[in-house]
């Protein structure tokens, strides 16, 4: 895949993840800051590194496969594979100036 390419199916990725939403803030993950990277392989493959506001979410299953299936289905796309990491640990700073005043933060 040439640059543009790329640029183009991670434009999808990103406005994919902005379509998954915590079922508990009103804000969704892209913008709440809690993917943490997208690497798109030459072949597809996406790995995508994320985390959640509370360690302990009860939402995380639900919210980790709907971030797979949604990139899964992004055209370019061959397979996708969601980690969870906890480091570093996501905090209130991480999430855009859109989703902060959203939130009542600015």
Known sequence: ?????????EERIIAMLKTVYDPEIPVNIYDLGLIYKIDLQDNGEVVIDMTLTAPNCPAADFIMEDVRQKIDSVEGVSSAVVNLVFEPEWDKDMMSEEAKLDLGFL
């Open 1 to 9: 895949m040439n640059a543009e390419e790329r640029l183009q199916i």
